[in-house]
């Protein structure tokens, strides 16, 4: 047995454990939602094992060593790593707080992105590594980074139950920011989804995303195809804008209070700052130093972690003045998460830089 | 109304620096301002720019476009006048916020906690209740040892019907908060000594060579102090693939004629010498020197003995043990057979050198041969003996960053501190507890606990319900509260 059959029970855990935690929501039974659990743990312990199995793995093909030979040099296995954190952040949630009913909301998300990254055909092989990668400093540095974007992807779920439940009027700020941000996520889903029905491409996620992405919608060449995806997307936003309040009633019925909801967001960002000061910003300039010779250049990946950094620090100070509070702190936690995303995928995909895995010429 | 109206300018313009709301807009307009820098190529031609103007704006207004944004300094913006400044008011504000909470801070941190009456202790809203049997003085020692062994010291008062027991823990993690935020002062500062007192320079250094100097990004010339030589470089593959595994420069340093320190560098391994570092950036061939290069032979006899050579293009060579002889007729720095059995180079840089060897026997033609470095199966010849190309040395060169940044341990200086500081604010608390014993008019002892914490009760919550019960298990009482 080797990895990939253990990332395939894990997949499928978090699945069928999706199922679970739903039925769960629905019927309040509690053997219910210890089944779920018990489904969640096995599909963690199985992804445990396969992410060990294919450092092993990377470790003997590569003759490098154990420590260098950590899984988490391209896109597929550091998205696979992102999962396993949320994961593991999901669980300790689940027995601190005692409540379940976030499960219906993270494991889809798990269960989800292991499923894409098999549909997507992403590129699984195991890849020897340039000169400029092979550094402890850089893996500490990519292991830390994971967590904490884990520990921000859990404030990010939570800023917008937040923002879901508290919103009233469809007209307030708040209602329409979380609208919005809700309808673009589904919007950019799905017109990936396109673009893997129109190509059924199987190439690197880098490649598609330089050369297919939007391609089959926003960026067809047919102005009707743009028109359409255009008209779609503003279609959705509103349908997410007008029908918000059943989402509301979706999340009313977890029984999450909004004040245990803000405290989470702290918390998760209270955890995910000092660790991604520590392992994204310091040990990220310690390797660029080394490999090198500069801490800092300015480069696009580098900018944005310190956009995303001052996100963050705008949120843990904005909690701190009168009228921030609330509503508004969400929302700030909210655009970090987003930042995020954009200096992992945006940075690497779509501004090419020093980090864009440079090798030397 | 009436204290605002007496303020004076300074005053004001203190107020302004101290406050967070100043913060919050500085990290909002840092953030937003960087963007822009991640779209436009920095420091780059202008033309590049002109293109990525026009994509957001249009042909005809992208040159305009740019010409303002240039005047702004955009095309450089971390190094604009601006930026610095919004670097400037955001160290000013940390500065000022600081000075202005410290002093409040640093008496919470140092004056002894105050005793409380029970009324106070039962507002917190970590409160605990248990009676025990017997008078104050013969429960006390159930007590303190119980606060002993939940972790905390105490002050002990004597009071009218018993006694109070006073603890804290932690008020110096109080400080953290500000341990990062000079944090931030100490990098900033680091930052500073290195444009001021350091250096960033290139030096492109063909194998054999030697330097005195390295080259600013602008051409300047930097003296080093001393001379650095290239000893050799070489290029690692994976397997029989192009990717790289390892580039490697074995480098000396010499001074006053004497070679003081060699290293080979690699990657992610530099060398320093005197505050000068000099990393493995890049590398290439001198197409000048490409038929001047030396190969350095291992011939191996048929007998196994040994021998090292160097030659030149077109020079010959004896085999030992045998009456068979060699001369170098070509050379490829990246040979490549096509499906026609054709050879070609196929790279301009040295992927997998070759050599063309014709061989003789006794004076007589026989055969010639492709010798590949990096196919040591092309090195045994049928006749016994093997000739093994070790390298075409001379006609690359490394190309190495030099920098010298006096400034760097500052800056991991204040990354640890700010690391530890930020720990600290997030992961540590101030925790002060309260234990009073008092008579009850049955000749038994209420105990009253209070505590507080200013980050994380739910943890502390913990303690307080394990002292709770360590006092309770002494004597079998009950809690409330
Ligand atoms: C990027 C720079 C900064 C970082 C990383 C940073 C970090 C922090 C952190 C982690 C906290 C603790 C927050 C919490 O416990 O929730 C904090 C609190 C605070 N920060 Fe900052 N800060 C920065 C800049 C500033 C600036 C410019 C000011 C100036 C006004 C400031 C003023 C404060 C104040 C007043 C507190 C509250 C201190 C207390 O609770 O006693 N910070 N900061």
Redesign the pocket.
């Known amino acids: 047995m080797d990895s990939s059959f253990f990332f395939g029970l894990s997949t499928m855990a978090y699945i069928l454990a999706m199922i679970v935690y739903i039925t769960y929501l629905a019927f309040k039974k509690s053997q219910i939602g210890i089944t779920a659990t018990i489904v969640t743990i096995a599909g963690f312990i199985s992804q445990t094992l396969a992410i060990v199995l294919r450092w092993k793995e990377f470790s003997d093909l590569s003759g490098m060593g154990f420590l260098r030979s950590a899984p988490l040099t391209n896109l597929y296995e550091s998205l696979v790593f992102f999962v396993w954190c949320l994961i593991l952040g999901y669980l300790i949630i689940e027995f601190k707080f005692k409540n379940r009913s976030f499960g219906a909301f993270i494991t889809p998300v798990a269960g989800l992105a292991l499923a894409f990254i098999d549909l997507s055909g992403m590129s699984k092989e195991i890849q020897p590594l340039v000169p400029a990668l092979q550094s402890n400093w850089l893996l500490a540095h990519v292991i830390m980074s994971f967590i904490a974007y884990a520990a921000f992807a859990l404030s990010f779920s939570t800023g917008i139950m937040y923002l879901i439940l508290t919103t009233e009027k469809r007209t307030e700020i708040p209602y329409i920011f979380w609208a919005t941000t809700f309808g673009i996520f589904i919007v950019i889903l799905a017109a990936m989804a396109v673009d893997f029905l129109t190509f059924k491409v199987m190439v690197k996620p880098e490649e598609f995303i330089k050369s297919y992405m939007f391609k089959a919608s926003f960026l067809n060449p047919s102005a009707i195809a743009k028109i359409l995806s255009w008209l779609s997307m503003v279609a959705i936003i509103f349908i997410t804008w007008r029908y918000g309040s059943v989402l509301k009633a979706i999340i009313e019925k977890f029984n999450i209070t909004p004040d245990m909801l803000d405290e989470i967001t702290?918390k998760s960002i209270?955890i995910g700052?000092?660790i991604f000061?520590l392992g994204g910003l310091i040990f990220g300039a310690i390797w660029a130093d080394q490999a090198w010779g500069v801490y800092w250049s300015w480069d696009p990946k580098e900018t944005w972690s310190l956009i995303t950094?001052?996100i963050y620090?705008f949120y843990?100070?904005g909690?701190?003045m009168r009228g921030w509070r609330g509503k508004k702190v969400a929302i700030v936690s909210v655009i970090g998460f987003t930042a995020v995303i954009f200096t992992y995928l945006g940075v690497n995909l779509l501004l090419s830089g020093l980090h864009a895995y440079g090798e030397l010429d | 109304m009436e204290e605002n109206k007496k303020k004076t300018f300074a005053d004001k313009i203190w107020d302004f620096?101290?406050?967070?709301?100043?913060?919050i807009i500085?990290?909002a307009l840092i953030a937003l301002t960087s963007i822009i820098g991640t779209i436009l190529e920095q420091r780059h031609d202008p033309a590049k720019n002109i293109q990525i103007l026009s994509k957001f704006f249009g042909e005809s207004l992208a040159p305009s476009i740019y010409n303002i944004s240039e005047k702004l300094g955009f095309m450089d913006m971390y190094h604009s006048w601006w930026f610095v400044g919004l670097l400037i008011l955001?160290?000013i504000?940390?500065v000022?916020?600081?000075l202005?909470?410290l002093p409040k801070?640093w008496k919470t941190i140092k004056e002894p906690v105050k005793s409380l009456s029970e009324e106070q202790l039962k507002k917190f809203i970590l409160n605990r209740e248990i009676i025990l049997k017997g008078k104050p003085d013969k429960v006390k020692d159930t007590v303190t040892n119980a606060i002993k062994r939940t972790g905390f010291s105490y002050i002990e008062v004597k009071e009218d019907n018993g006694y109070q027991f006073i603890s804290q823990k932690g008020n110096y993690s109080?400080l953290?908060?500000?341990l990062?935020?000079f944090s931030?002062l100490i990098i900033l500062i680091g930052a500073i000594i290195g444009i001021f007192w350091g250096f960033n320079g290139h030096l492109n250094l063909p194998e054999g060579s030697v330097s005195d100097a390295a080259f600013s990004d602008k051409g300047e010339i930097i003296p080093l102090g001393f001379n650095i030589r290239c000893d050799n470089f070489d290029v690692e593959f994976y397997g029989r693939s192009d990717m790289p595994k390892e580039y490697k420069s074995w480098l000396s340093i010499i001074k006053n004629g004497n070679v003081v320190l060699q290293k080979a560098i690699t990657v992610n391994s530099p060398l320093k010498y005197e505050g000068i570092t000099f990393y493995q950036a890049n590398y290439g061939l001198i197409s000048e020197r490409l038929e001047k290069g030396i190969f350095l032979f291992r011939i191996i006899s048929p007998d196994g003995e040994a021998q090292s050579i160097e030659l030149r293009l077109g020079d010959a060579f004896k085999i030992a043990g045998t009456n068979m002889s060699g001369r170098i007729v070509d050379f490829s720095p990246a040979l490549k057979i096509d499906h026609k059995g054709q050879a070609f180079t196929y790279a301009d840089l040295m992927n997998n050198p070759a050599v063309l060897i014709e061989f003789s026997e006794s004076g007589k033609h026989k055969y010639s041969g492709w010798i590949l470095k990096r196919y040591p199966e092309t090195w045994q010849l049928s006749e016994g003996p093997r000739v093994e190309f070790t390298d075409y040395w001379g006609v690359e060169f490394t190309g190495l960053q030099v920098r010298k940044d006096p400034g760097v341990w500052v800056v991991y200086l204040g990354c640890i501190t700010?690391s530890i500081?930020?720990f600290i604010?997030?992961f540590m608390s101030h925790r002060k507890l309260w234990v009073n014993i008092v008579a009850d008019k049955n000749n038994n002892t209420r105990v009253i606990i209070g505590a507080t914490s200013?980050?994380n009760r739910a943890a502390f919550e913990k303690k307080i319900d394990r002292l709770a019960s360590l006092i309770k298990k002494e004597q079998g009482g009950k809690i409330d509260g």
């Open positions: 702290y209270a700052f000092p000061t950094w001052f620090a843990l100070h909690r701190m | 620096f101290a406050s967070i709301r100043l913060a500085l990290f955001f160290s504000n940390i000022i916020c600081s202005e909470r801070i109080r953290g908060v500000y990062a935020h931030i700010i500081g930020l604010a997030f200013n980050k």
